[in-house]
């Protein structure tokens, strides 16, 4: 029996490693899911008729396409979105809407926001799990050093979507002493490196299988978001000389020269002798995980800012000063996902025209300047889609309230998510499982990780953030 399970754990690390990701725009599409299943929501609650705001229709909605869409519906994940978008109009042409009113205003809530961040959480949980069944393409597993895939951007996202709603303290505040200012931020380190740590301690005690060139020997992604309110902070200082998004491009530009000249290869190929070597993977990509949560510093100060109606880029693409604020919002954050894009689209242009295009091609392991903006111009592209629904069906109150519940307690649904994880691998041999089995395990995992944030938050209002 010991020899069996050595040899299962051997398969399990065999199966998520040596993985080459897919195409960008098959990544996208899968995305594409989330915002269709919003625009349906949203549709849906216009219409009085519908209980929009119950739980097992919103798992309906959110949960069900986005498992397909991950899993045995991959290659036709577009067709997926596109059956949601024609229900959306199915509903708005054969029910009656209710009077619209205005949507919740506070300069500080953003329905949009909690979908896209709660969205990115479901969908970063629903692949940490699926990933070790059959049902789930190996083009979406996280790659082994050069390429892209869905769980590489989910991991990306997570730290973007937190720099974002970290904006906030960066608004209107009022002069911290810097001192003062770095014990807050270590405060908040805090207990996601208690995490880390008890992770590391939980995973080395019950043998689970690992892959070591992920982040390292003794890394983990609770590390990474945890040892980043202090080293942001300490950004933070230079904000009155030059912004966050020049200060990120910076500091990902000078970490690519760095890996350009010898930085990498020690990555890629030094032996780990020593606690550095031995966290590597870690340590070096943690600088390309500021980079990403600055400049979604930089979005969030776009996006919770009251008035965007004078802005230079409002006034010379001549949209109207008296539009919206979601309609600004929707332009800035689409404008700069295209230029984002095109910067991305020259730079695999200069790959294809030399002789080391892999040396510099997106690399999440490394988290380099290509992974930074990819990773950027993908939150950006999601993130405007779904501004652009409520635009165009602006609904009142705090959005669907599973994914609110989901959003306001992120810290408690990632650990959950995780344990769950951890349970059913040491439960069942998941690689041999079959489609139906799957998919039966994979969806009564997502529903329980969704279930304990809206029995928090809905029934006894508790709320633990990411």
């Not at 996902?337 to 991305?344: H, V």
């Not at 304990?452 to 209002?461: A, F, Q, T, V």
Request: hydrophobic share 50%; with cysteine; aromatic share 14%.
């Amino acid at each position: 029996m010991l020899r069996d399970d050595e040899e299962y754990k051997r398969a399990q690390e065999a199966w998520v490693s040596n993985c080459t990701g897919g195409s960008i725009t098959e990544i996208l599409s899968v995305v594409t899911s989330l915002v269709a299943s919003h625009l349906l929501w949203s549709t849906l609650s216009l219409h009085s008729s519908i209980p929009s705001q119950n739980l097992f229709i919103q798992i309906v909605i959110y949960v069900v396409p986005v498992l397909l869409s991950q899993t045995v519906a991959a290659d036709h994940a577009i067709l997926v979105a596109l059956a949601l978008v024609s229900m959306s109009f199915l509903f708005s042409r054969i029910t009656p809407s209710s009077p619209q009113q205005t949507p919740e205003s506070s300069q500080f809530y953003k329905s949009y926001l909690t979908v896209y961040r709660a969205g990115i959480m479901m969908v970063t949980c629903m692949a940490i799990l699926a990933v070790d069944f059959p049902i789930f393409p190996r083009r979406f597993a996280k790659v082994e050093t050069f390429g892209t895939s869905l769980m590489d951007v989910g991991v990306g996202s997570v730290v973007f979507s937190s720099g974002i709603v970290a904006s906030r303290a960066y608004l209107n505040r009022h002069p911290v002493p810097r001192m003062m200012a770095m014990i807050k931020a270590f405060r908040s380190a805090l207990p996601i490196l208690t995490l880390g740590f008890l992770r590391f301690i939980l995973t080395k005690g019950v043998d689970y299988q690992e892959h070591t060139s992920e982040y390292g020997l003794h890394w983990n992604f609770f590390f990474t978001l945890g040892f980043l309110p202090p080293f942001v902070t300490l950004a933070s200082f230079m904000q009155q000389w030059v912004s966050f998004s020049a200060l990120a491009m910076v500091i990902a530009s000078a970490y690519q020269l760095a890996l350009y000249y010898g930085l990498q290869s020690w990555i890629l190929d030094a032996p780990r002798v020593d606690i550095l070597s031995a966290n590597k993977e870690g340590i070096c990509s943690f600088i390309g995980y500021v980079a990403i949560f600055l400049l979604g510093l930089e979005s969030g100060m776009i996006i919770f800012r009251n008035d965007l109606s004078q802005s230079s880029l409002v006034r010379w693409l001549g949209v109207k000063p008296d539009a919206p604020n979601s309609k600004h919002v929707g332009v800035h954050l689409m404008v700069q996902a295209c230029a984002l894009w095109t910067l991305l689209g020259c730079w695999w242009w200069y790959l294809c025209s030399g002789d080391e295009n892999e040396m510099f091609n997106v690399s999440r392991r490394m988290a380099n300047l290509p992974y930074v903006i990819w990773v950027v111009a993908f939150n950006l592209t999601l993130l405007g889609w779904l501004v652009w629904v409520e635009y165009l069906y602006p609904v009142p109150g705090r959005g669907p309230s599973l994914l609110d519940a989901v959003n306001v307690n992120g810290l408690v649904t990632f650990l959950w998510a995780n344990i769950l994880t951890g349970l059913v691998n040491l439960s069942m041999r998941t690689l041999y499982a079959s489609t139906i089995q799957s998919l039966a395990v994979c969806f009564i995992y997502i529903t329980v990780v969704a279930l304990l944030p809206w029995i928090l938050w809905r029934h006894y209002n508790i709320r633990v953030k990411l």
